[in-house]
């Protein structure tokens, strides 16, 4: 079981480069989140999702977009890279609203904006 | 809103000492606790939880108590070893549902032989 999957596990963006974060799941879980953290802070929620097709803004979603086209996948998009979105970026994910102790982390993606 | 602080690190341990992290809440409900631990290289990983005051987590011999009249939720390990070497991170549940958590800002732990 894989659990959380996030790729890659580290990039280095220039200034107003754009990329995909992806993250997949294979746990049939209908929730799943983008945290990043910043050194010394612990983690912000960027955007959350509560099944296929539905998202919504956490508190830190400026400069991001997600979609959820299918239960497994939760990708976030970097359009225009900015220095102050260097951080460590993590997808999570849990089955059902109620059982926060079920959340599952990936390992994180480090991204560094040049 | 709702907010989590915990004390800065690094704390810096021998091993077998006593291990305390503070933890302190703010928050309009009634969340559950959490202290969540990230190793090197790896991503956040559940180590205890409380759902009501009073209520005590434990696991891999660490402690914490809901303490609903200090808002409180401080993260207690009798002995620690070597491989207790983490990042510890002390979360609540966000009002509104969905599982949504709020972060301490976490605390460095380094204990030597």
């Known amino acids: 079981n894989a659990g959380v999957t996030q790729t890659p596990k580290f990039r280095i963006l220039k200034i107003g480069q754009s990329m995909t974060l992806q993250c997949a799941q294979d746990?049939?879980?209908?929730?799943m989140y983008w945290y990043r953290q910043d050194p010394g802070m612990g983690l912000k929620l960027i955007y959350y999702s509560v099944g296929a097709g539905i998202t919504d803004k956490g508190e830190v979603p400026n400069g991001y977009n997600v979609s959820r086209s299918t239960t497994e996948d939760f990708p976030l998009r970097l359009e225009l890279a900015a220095p102050s979105q260097t951080s460590v970026y993590f997808c999570?994910?849990?089955?059902?609203?109620?059982?926060?102790?079920?959340?599952?982390f990936g390992s994180g993606t480090q991204l560094s904006v040049l | 809103g709702d907010s989590v602080t915990q004390m800065e690190g690094p704390v810096t341990l021998s091993e077998e000492a006593f291990l305390t992290i503070n933890c302190t809440y703010t928050?309009?409900?009634?969340?559950?606790l959490f202290w969540y631990v990230q190793y090197p290289g790896e991503g956040l990983q559940l180590l205890l939880k409380?759902?009501?005051?009073?209520d005590k987590g434990s696991n891999k011999g660490f402690e914490a108590t809901y303490r609903k009249e200090t808002t409180s939720f401080h993260l207690e390990k009798g002995s620690v070893q070597v491989s207790d070497s983490a990042v510890y991170f002390c979360?609540?549940?966000?009002?509104?549902?969905?599982?949504?958590?709020?972060f301490g800002a976490g605390t460095r732990l380094a204990v030597h032989p």
């Open positions: 979360a609540l549940s966000e009002a509104g549902g969905y599982n949504k958590l709020i």
């Open positions: 999570a994910s849990s089955p059902l609203s109620g059982v926060a102790e079920k959340l599952f």
């Open positions: 746990m049939n879980h209908n929730y």
């Open positions: 928050a309009t409900g009634y969340p559950s």
């Open positions: 409380a759902t009501k005051a009073d």
